[in-house]
């Protein structure tokens, strides 16, 4: 049977991570794709668990030759998805999941159109906002750069295989093992 990368995106505070988070809890025979970034680690995280951890130089030189499925500099640091790494996983028979932005995913799926693009969207933007607001984690001009920045992901995400809206949490996890069900059955 085929396996098949599952690209998996939303807006910052839709709740990506904790969908995905209860998804491969549910469904531990996934793999989560691990990313390249050149930030210097945080306390705990490890090199080939957390992100592969490159220098600006050896990023740069993989950028030059093109071995990044996509690929984007944030905050002064860059992140990508290594194209050879996910192709080894496929082939080791794995079924792998990356969390990525819009833009990343969309740079995926031109370079591989067999990979399934699902969208996770808000209820509505005012949830957004009370999602952002409820977070305490950011001043009101980076919430006001978020939250304009979701209509530009809500529109990039028409373009997806699928959306799924996480107005809850229980049933959006339940929605994208359908999701999945239903593509691992047409491999």
Known sequence: MNKKLYVLSGSSGVGKGTVLKG??????NFMLSISCTTRKPREGEIDGVNYFFMTTDEFQKCI??????EWTNFAGN???TKRKYIDQCLSDGKDIILEI???GALNVKRQMPEAV???IAPPSLDALEQRLRGRHTEDE???QKRL??????????KSFDYTIVNDEIDLAISQLEQIINKEMKNA
């Open 101 to 103: 932005d819009t833009v």
């Open 117 to 119: 693009l699902i969208f």
């Open 148 to 157: 304009n920045e979701v209509k530009s992901e809500i529109e990039r995400g």
């Open 78 to 80: 860059y992140y990508g």
């Open 141 to 143: 001009e980076t919430i």
């Open 64 to 69: 030059n030759e093109d071995k990044f499925l």
């Open 23 to 28: 998804f491969l809890k549910r469904n531990p």
